[in-house]
């Protein structure tokens, strides 16, 4: 069904994408900063497809600059999610942990169909290994979600959700940072 690498990762940019919306749109009304933090997954992986699917007509240069921006949005993304989690903080809402379990469940699966296309397409994908890795993490980050709607049942407490989405959203931010600055050498070798 898949015949080529922009096939594979248009239909990957569309899944996650439609996942990250979904789960972004979801997490306000059930007061998750998990969810929040997960979203960013699906928009991360979103993106990493539509800039491999763009660098794929182009030069490494482009390449290059596109692991750059990729970066900048992530750790952005990632800001914009732990201040989120201190305003709940000191709000305290409570958060839906139904809303949290059944989002949790359909990301999770959203990735699961995600790492079924990498897995099959691998010979063909340029950004195989992240893409694959990029899965990999994401799936963790939807039993996470899912880990801490039990914790929140559990103590009452919006406490887990807080600290599964602060730590989500660290991670984001360093990573993306960390990618950021990658890129931005890279491409100034390539002048």
């Known amino acids: 069904m898949l015949e080529n690498e922009r096939v594979a990762l248009a239909l990957i940019a569309l899944i996650t994408g439609a996942m990250g919306f979904i789960e972004s749109m979801l997490a306000v009304p059930a007061g ?11 928009v991360q ?56 379990l059944v989002i949790g469940a359909m990301a999770l699966t959203a990735h699961l169909a995600v790492g079924a296309i990498v897995l099959r397409q691998r010979r063909l994908l340029t950004g195989f290994a992240p893409l694959w890795r990029l899965s990999r993490a994401d799936a963790v980050g939807n039993i996470a979600v899912m880990a801490a709607a039990v914790a929140v049942v559990a103590t009452r407490s919006n406490i887990p959700d807080l600290v599964i989405g602060g730590v989500m959203a660290v991670f984001f931010f360093i990573s993306g940072w960390r990618i950021a600055i990658t890129g931005r050498l890279d491409a100034g070798h390539t002048r």
Do not use: N
């Open 32 to 42: 998750s900063t998990a969810m929040a933090a997960d979203a960013l997954s699906f």
């Open 45 to 100: 992986h979103s993106i990493t497809a539509g800039f491999a699917l763009w660098a794929t007509s182009g030069t490494i240069t482009r390449e290059r600059w596109t692991v750059q921006l990729q970066g900048f949005v992530m750790a952005l993304l990632g800001a914009l999610v732990f201040i989120i989690a201190v305003r709940r903080f000191f709000l305290g809402s409570i958060p839906h942990p139904m809303a949290m």
